[in-house]
Structure formats: C-alpha cells, structure tokens
C-alpha cells in the first residue's frame, strides 16, 4: 500500500496577498461623469413635467382669472421638484429617465437639502447670468461640473 504524504493529501492554505492601501485605491473603479448632452435631455425632461405641474395648477387656481400672485408660486413649485428630489434621490425625474444622479464629489452621498437648495437655487441662478457660462462650463470641465455643481461640491455621474 503507497503511503501518501499528509502534506500532500490536506487542502493547501493560501493567505490572500497584501494590498497596499495605495494600490487599493487605484483599484475602485473611477466614475463616469454625466456629459452635458445627457444633463441637458434630464434637464429638457424635467423643464417638461415640470411645465405640466404647472398648468394643471394656473387651471385649478381659474386660469385667466388665476391671482396676480400665482408667479412666485409656480416658481417655488419647480424649485422644489428640483431641490426635494436632488436632495432625497440624488435624482429628478429626468435623471432618472437617463440614469445618471447628483451626489456630493467627496463622498458620493447624496447631497442635504441644503447643499440642494444651494445647487438648485444660488448656484443655477449664478450658472445662468452670465449668458449661461456656468452651465456651458460642464463641456471642458473635468469633472463636467458646472458653477452650480462647483459651488454646491457636486457631480453628476452615470449609474
């Protein structure tokens, strides 16, 4: 009877190789930036439901007859799609159609409501004074990030 060598007969234990901590982080994968084409069409949706929203509200409120108010009121309607969602989803309704989102450059958390209100609000308004530079920023950026992303600390990147 052949004798067998226990060395031979028992599983051989390997012990995972080590990674450097440099090495590890060159390992996860980069994300992809959203081009502005694809923002833009998200946006174009958007600007869409958003739109509807707001004719079923002037039709409710008499529509010619709605009050002299109503502006400001459908001004914060399409504010706080914008803000609510980007701060809950990370994405619109838009976004998600093309399956990108917004999330904060450090982390990729989704941004608070805060930073929202600030990429939503101040940092569109400031994209857009000047003859829409800070949303054409997003076409040689790096990181494709407008003013508003700049300011707010975001990206929006493909999923």
Do not use: C
């Amino acid at each position: 009877m052949p004798q067998t060598n226990a060395m031979e007969s028992s599983p051989v234990m390997q012990t995972p190789p080590v990674v450097p901590p440099q090495a590890a982080q060159t390992m996860v994968p980069a994300v992809q930036y959203a081009s502005f084409g694809v923002r833009f069409l998200a946006l174009f949706i958007d600007v869409i439901i958003i739109t509807i929203v707001k004719v079923v509200i002037v039709q409710l409120m008499g529509g010619d007859k709605a009050p002299e108010g109503i502006g400001a009121l459908l001004w914060l309607v399409g504010a706080a799609y914008m803000v609510v969602l980007t701060s809950i989803k990370g994405q619109t309704l838009g976004k998600m159609a093309l399956k990108i989102r917004v999330q904060r450059e450090d982390n990729g958390a989704n941004l608070s409501f805060i930073e929202a209100i600030l990429r939503e609000v101040v940092g569109k308004f400031a994209s857009g004074i000047v003859l829409g530079l800070g949303y054409l920023w997003v076409i040689w950026d790096p990181k494709k990030q407008g003013w508003h992303d700049k300011i707010a600390k975001s990206v929006v990147v493909k999923l």
